[in-house]
């Protein structure tokens, strides 16, 4: 393994525990509270992603806040003693914690002159940021540069997709995306949006289905029609606690596109689980440019 620079992400990737470790890739914990008690997402390692999501489904509300500054200056700098860093973080549109990570930059840029230190953002979260993570390592593995690998991100971050759905209306009007008068009218009607991470970076509404298995429908859809070149391609579907769809899901999928690579099936992580909520079912793939 290289030793002259390191590459780190974040938890809010939903990047598995293990493969992180396998990786040798630092991940900065990300805070989550619930039943007024703060956790940090482990990426699988306690299986936090059941209790929260049983938690959920017996009424309480969970709620996601910032890191500080003073959280990061204390992850990057003993890595900046020694080395250089790369750092991938999720979405700068998805929260203003991104603005903590330059602000840490900015310090320990003054602090440590001899030292590069490059921050990317992915403008993904969860699965998408985890595919970009494992092509950002695959290439630095191969050795390349720190500037190859952070280029190699920005080129491919708007072909990295999830298009979801959810259970639960309440946990997007909680967030705010949607109204509660269209939480109840939608869940009388047994409406399902389609969601897509759009190009600026954000969660967006694309659409709106009714039944859950249309949603499962367009889901698979929406990814034949934006994934390209699907031969040896991985995807990977993230659930919030309802593994046997997942497992329909999956083989619906294989049924569009028998030629695709690995299909790995995964929980939603518990910080991103607090606003989609249980049921949330999710298509990741990297692909075509974002459609919206």
């Not at 549109?93 to 230190?117: D, G, V």
């Not at 949006?193 to 009714?210: D, R, T, W």
């Not at 309802?242 to 929980?267: C, H, S, T, W």
Request: hydrophobic fraction near 40%.
């Amino acid at each position: 393994m290289r030793t002259d620079y390191i590459l780190m992400s974040d938890s809010d990737s939903d990047l598995p525990h293990e493969l992180a470790k396998e990786m040798n890739m630092p991940i900065v914990k990300m805070p989550y509270t619930l039943d007024d008690k703060e956790y940090y997402d482990d990426n699988g390692a306690s299986g936090a992603e059941k209790k929260l999501f049983d938690r959920m489904r017996n009424g309480a509300k969970p709620f996601t806040s910032l890191l500080p500054t003073s959280a990061y200056l204390e992850y990057f700098e003993p890595i900046l003693q020694k080395s250089d860093l790369l750092f991938l973080a999720f979405s700068s549109q998805m929260s203003a914690t991104f603005q903590n990570i330059l602000e840490a930059q900015k310090e320990l840029k003054e602090k440590y002159p001899e030292r590069k230190f490059m921050v990317v953002d992915t403008l993904s979260i969860s699965a998408p940021q985890s595919l970009l993570l494992i092509g950002a390592h695959k290439l630095y593995k191969e050795g390349k540069s720190m500037e190859e690998v952070a280029q190699w991100v920005m080129d491919n971050r708007l072909k990295s997709h999830a298009w979801f759905t959810v259970g639960d209306l309440t946990y997007l009007r909680r967030g705010g995306r949607i109204s509660a008068t269209s939480a109840i009218m939608g869940t009388m009607l047994d409406i399902k949006p389609i969601l897509a991470i759009s190009k600026a970076g954000k969660l967006e509404a694309y659409s709106k289905v009714q039944g859950r298995k249309k949603a499962m429908k367009v889901l698979v859809e929406k990814t034949v029609e934006n994934i390209g070149e699907s031969k040896g391609k991985s995807v990977i579907i993230l659930h919030g606690d309802v593994r046997e769809e997942a497992e329909m899901l999956k083989n619906q999928l294989k049924n569009q596109l028998p030629d695709l690579g690995e299909i790995r099936i995964q929980m939603i992580g518990p910080v991103i689980g607090a606003h989609a909520g249980p049921g949330t079912l999710a298509i990741c793939f990297i692909g075509k440019e974002r459609v919206i």
